[in-house]
């Protein structure tokens, strides 16, 4: 039952939190990281880190260090010819107090940034610059060219910046606010969980941001499914050890945002206790928040199922978790009183607040992965000696833990070392099985060790059968005496042992030839000789002879028969072409006669290369020239 529980472990570690319903949030050590950023950020050395960084610590609720010295920055850093700068400057100077900016001639760079074909960022740029400086602002120009802009940038990007734009406009916006639906659709998922736009934090942010605070002009909820909000935050949550300013900065805006909105706070169920529960710690504790760790005011929190993630058996069902005393956001439950065996259990939790309160999403459906511990005992343990050929009956001696073997055990190379034990779960009685199970051999003399496995049977019982002989290479031929100890420990065992269940005298045989020692794989490795084919032998030079003589026959008749009838020579015409010509053509002959005689076939390719040039050119004028020559006879 117990069998690979480690590795169960490790896997549901993983997947723990599967639910949409957050398992995490900002905790105090999380916003005390975010706020060690933000203030490192200083002394400011650009407008856009002062923005980050006091923005960043007004949503920490943090106070400014040294405001006077921060506006200076600000104002000495100030780029005035820049549309951005502006915009960072004016806004974190309006978050700090008494730090005024002379706008000088920013309205008229801000108003001119305002056109139909800039991008959509340097829109919002200038408009926030413009309102936070408190000069006047044209919201229908910046409407009808916020919506040109997006004509040539519809990303996610520019969307965001748009809908934070519009949730400053005056008038109607409600082109804006319908668009939200289509952007959020552009989002990918990952792993059935998360929900990101291409950008990664900063984009994301950036819409959610300004899709809510757009909700908020219009009063109406975002179109914005449960689901994908609960995706959208497990994402933000993810990204939570983000160390960048700007990032950092992001993530705390958004979360801010999914906390105090007026339509949707995710709620996040988080395990508070040990991820250990036994019969001395029963109690499973789990913290229901929201994203920033705040308490959400009284709740039921109900247990629906427990299950075991091995068998799948339920151990609990419908069970009410109890508010705890000193903590109004901890629930807890005793775990132990339905007796469960010892494993990995899955819980699933529904949350409802005893107001009803619309707005709090992820209350069904949420989980948290225990594991159940137990002291083990070990029982029925048997050790003894048998023949291989098993003619006689094994000699075994029952065994009590943590007692050792009174007496020596002795083997030779015609035995076996029997053993066999049962694990009991303490608290319910039942057999169970460890994923480690372990017999070790140590030489009392020499302190080596040699470890085997012991594997349970159908019945539960761990068996360990040593075959002396056939394991002497392990124990490398050593005789002498060993200790042998039982081992025994697995994720779920409250208890693990190392027993030492007696000392082993071995004889072993002894080595029977001196092993090679093993090459290195760089060594140089023996030359291949390929062996050819020999020839097929030549027939007797009778043989050959007669067939050359043969082969002359004709060529002898020709000249015979030439000389008998008379041969015409006169028309041969007497040139360099048709000399050369059959020179070169007999001496293909005589190639020819080479390679059936010496040559192999590339050196007659070789040279019948070289006579074909001459051969052509000679034997084209030849017969150029008798061609020429009978046409001037016609």
Not at 33 to 47: G, N
Not at 152 to 162: I, K, L, M, Q, T
Not at 304 to 312: P, S
Not at 500 to 523: G, H, I
Request: charged share 20%; net charge neutral; glycine share 6%.
């Amino acid at each position: 039952m117990a069998k690979g529980l480690s590795i169960l472990f490790l896997f549901a570690v993983a997947v723990v939190g599967q639910a949409l319903t957050p398992s995490t949030f900002l905790t105090t050590v999380d916003q005390q990281r975010l706020r060690a950023v933000f203030e490192s950020a200083q002394p400011y050395i650009d407008v856009a880190s002062a923005h980050y960084s006091i923005l960043g610590l007004k949503l920490l609720g943090v106070s400014i260090p040294k405001e006077q010295e921060a506006c200076k920055s600000i104002t000495s850093t100030l780029e005035t010819d820049s549309v951005a700068s502006w915009y960072y400057a004016s806004t974190a100077a309006k978050a700090l107090n008494n730090c005024k900016l002379s706008p000088g001639s920013a309205e008229a760079l801000l108003s001119a940034a305002i056109r139909d074909d800039a991008a959509v960022a340097d829109i919002f740029y200038a408009f926030l610059a413009l309102k936070n400086l408190g000069l006047s602002v044209d919201n229908t120009k910046v409407a009808k060219s916020l919506l040109e802009a997006l004509k040539a940038d519809d990303s996610p990007v520019s969307n965001g910046y748009a809908f934070l734009v519009a949730a400053e406009l005056g008038g109607d916006v409600s082109k804006f606010f319908d668009s939200i639906e289509d952007i959020v659709a552009q989002a990918d998922e990952v792993d059935d969980k998360y929900l990101q736009f291409e950008g990664g934090l900063f984009v994301s942010a950036l819409v959610l941001d300004g899709a809510y605070q757009l909700a908020e002009k219009v009063k109406k909820a975002p179109t914005i499914s449960q689901d994908k909000v609960l995706k959208f935050a497990n994402y933000f949550m993810s990204r939570k050890h983000v160390h960048q300013l700007k990032s950092a900065y992001h993530l705390l805006s958004v979360v801010k945002t999914l906390t105090t909105n007026k339509y949707h706070i995710p709620v996040a169920v988080t395990l508070a206790s040990p991820v250990s529960v036994s019969k001395a710690l029963p109690n499973i504790q789990v913290r229901v928040t929201d994203l920033m760790g705040s308490d959400l005011g009284k709740l039921t929190v109900m247990a629906e199922t427990a299950k075991n993630l091995g068998d799948q058996g339920v151990v609990l069902s419908k069970k009410p978790f109890t508010a705890s005393k000193t903590d109004s956001s901890l629930y807890e439950i005793d775990f132990m009183v339905s007796n469960p065996a010892c494993g990995l259990y899955r819980l699933t939790l529904n949350v409802s607040p005893q107001k009803v309160d619309s707005r709090l999403i992820g209350t069904t459906g949420a989980e948290v992965t225990v594991k159940v511990i137990t002291q083990v005992s070990v029982e029925n343990v048997d050790i003894g000696v048998v023949d291989k050929d098993q003619t006689t009956a094994a000699k075994t001696t029952r065994m009590q833990y943590p007692k050792k073997a009174a007496n020596l055990v002795e083997a030779d190379s015609h035995q076996k070392i029997v053993m066999k034990f049962q694990l009991k779960d303490k608290n319910t009685g039942q057999l169970i099985t460890a994923h480690q199970a372990f017999v070790k051999f140590t030489n009392l003399k020499t302190k080596e060790e040699i470890i085997f496995i012991s594997e349970p049977d159908s019945s539960l019982t761990n068996t360990f059968d040593l075959d002396v002989g056939a394991t002497s290479k392990e124990f490398k031929y050593t005789s002498g005496r060993y200790s042998m100890d039982l081992i025994v420990g697995d994720a779920v065992i409250e208890n693990p042992f190392s027993w030492t269940v007696a000392d082993v005298e071995l004889t072993l045989p002894e080595k029977a030839t001196e092993e090679p020692k093993p090459q290195s794989q760089y060594a140089k490795k023996p030359e291949i000789k390929h062996l050819f084919r020999e020839p097929e032998k030549r027939p007797p030079a009778i043989v050959s002879t007669a067939f050359t003589i043969l082969v002359l026959v004709p060529l002898f008749l020709m000249f015979a028969l030439w000389f008998k009838l008379g041969v015409n020579i006169s028309n041969f015409p007497v040139s360099l072409s048709t000399v050369g010509f059959h020179v070169c053509l007999g001496a293909i002959f005589g190639l020819y006669y080479c390679y059936w005689h010496y040559l192999n076939m590339f050196q007659t390719l070789r040279y019948l290369g070289i006579l074909s040039i001459p051969t052509f050119i000679f034997g084209n004028r030849l017969l150029s020239g008798i061609a020429a020559k009978r046409k001037g006879e016609k």
